[in-house]
């Protein structure tokens, strides 16, 4: 059996959750989405959570050798045994080196480091225009590409729509620097190492995961050679 271990790359904003969400179906890989993993793992308050949560309230980042711990943890599950889509770790070439050796300790190794790629200036037109409902959060709206029927109000229960913190043009573009400056490195690493699969995140939801999934299949079935 052939395995599929990769991980997901791309910017705030480019759809990598809608992708990982599609690969799960199509592959049945698990996506494991390290910040979640993390307040999942303090809220259970586990070995590695309590250990975590020290370094949090400590306002500390939490040490990659903790957080890797905790993937090496999950991709032991069953449900990984075919393979694993990684997304928010690593974020820099030495977790990326840390992963590998850890991988390598269980005679696993990567499959590929998928790509999406998306401009600054479509993320932020994406991002900045998001209209969330103060009710229901779940309610959301697009200035440009699903407006409400009325300015300012949701459709659905009528509440008032709010753009968030995070949705603030600021913000996107504080946190798009931060992406460039830590993720174009590992861009390189990848590429170099000859994992790298690059995807037009421009392009439709749709299309985008036909990509993907053709370019999976046929890293499936190379493996299998
Ligand atoms: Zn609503």
Partial sequence: ???LNLILL????AGKGTQADRLRE???????????MLRAQVV???ALGG??????????????EVIISMIIDRIGDEDARDGFLLDGFPRNEQQ?????????????RLSAA??????????VRRLAGRRVCVKNPGHIYHVEFDP????????????RLIQRDDDQEETIRTRLQVYHSQTEPLIGYYDHAGLLRRFDGQRTAEEVHAHIRATLATLRLEEKL
Avoid: W
Wanted: charged share 30%.
């Fill in 26 to 36: 199509d592959f049945g890989l698990p996506h494991i989405s390290t910040g979640d």
């Fill in 51 to 64: 250990e975590a949560k020290r370094y949090m309230d400590a306002g500390e980042l939490v040490p990659d």
């Fill in 44 to 46: 259970e308050n586990t």
């Fill in 148 to 159: 409400p029927k009325h300015e300012g109000v949701c459709d659905q229960d009528g509440s």
């Fill in 96 to 108: 990326a080196d840390a992963l590998a050796r850890a991988l390598g300790g269980l005679d696993r």
């Fill in 1 to 3: 059996m052939s395995e």
């Fill in 114 to 123: 998928l790509l999406i790629e998306v401009s600054d200036e479509d993320l």
């Fill in 10 to 13: 791309g910017p705030p904003g």
